[in-house]
């Protein structure tokens, strides 16, 4: 299957501090990337979509000046958590999808745990 | 909108106990529905696609069914190392394209 891989793997960081996390598909070009948000024992909550080279499409609730996303290559999208908060610590997932587009699925990095202190 | 349900929660089952966990989707066009396993602390892994109703797929222990409103992960003989959340998700026409929505999980514990 496919590889999709994030870094960092663990960050922790102080209250008001910026948090920038990686998420890179290792062997498929990947023209859209998906950023999920999953605290303790609940499901997977899609947060923004990423299509490269346009700006990312947010769900409903999701703060985009809080939660900047870049996609800049077939490989790479970024998640930066901007003035991050205690209540910003989470697990966050990235995705990855490749052309073949509606009905494929998408594959999933490690995660990054984020705690904010 | 389009949902995701899974069911049950949880599930604890003995060694070699045989099982099947459901998953009801309600979506316009189903463009693929996904089984996932989830280990602790870990992103999902991907299991099966199912693209229409009466398709199944194996994988060792595990085979995926899938009807017009639901579909099952059946788990045969199941081990302690299969203990993990099962998620399933279909896909959803979105704004940007086509996006995945995830049901709550099934956490299963299998005893030795």
């Known amino acids: 299957g496919a590889v999709v891989s994030q870094h960092p793997s663990r960050v922790i960081c102080k209250s008001g501090t910026s948090v920038k996390i990686e998420c890179r598909s290792l062997?498929?070009?990947?023209?859209?990337m998906f950023w999920y948000r999953q605290f303790p024992k609940k499901s997977l909550m899609l947060m923004a979509t990423?299509?490269?080279?346009?700006?990312?499409?947010?769900e409903q609730g999701v703060e985009k000046d809080k939660f900047l996303i870049n996609h800049a290559s077939l490989t790479l999208s970024t998640l930066t958590v901007t003035s991050a908060h205690p209540e910003d610590s989470s697990f966050y997932i990235c995705?990855?999808?490749?052309?073949?587009?509606?009905?494929?699925?998408?594959?999933f990095g490690p995660g990054t745990r984020l705690t904010v202190l | 909108e389009d949902q995701v349900t899974q069911s049950p929660e949880a599930l604890r089952l003995q060694e070699g106990e045989s099982s099947s966990l459901n998953c009801s989707y309600t979506?316009?066009?189903?463009?693929?529905l996904f089984w996932y396993r989830q280990d602790p602390g870990k992103g999902p892994e991907f299991l099966f696609t199912?693209?229409?109703a009466g398709e199944e797929k194996e994988k060792e222990r595990l085979k995926a069914t899938l009807t017009k409103k639901e579909s099952f992960l059946h788990i045969t003989a199941p081990k302690p190392e299969d203990s993990a959340t099962y998620l399933c998700?279909?896909?959803?026409?979105?704004?940007?394209?086509?996006?995945?929505?995830f049901g709550a999980g099934t956490r299963l514990f299998v005893k030795a």
């Open positions: 995705s990855a999808r490749d052309f073949i587009g509606a009905g494929s699925a998408p594959f």
């Open positions: 062997d498929f070009q990947a023209t859209t």
């Open positions: 990423s299509n490269e080279g346009s700006k990312a499409t947010y």
């Open positions: 979506v316009s066009g189903l463009r693929g």
């Open positions: 199912l693209y229409s």
């Open positions: 998700a279909v896909q959803e026409k979105g704004r940007a394209g086509f996006k995945t929505i």
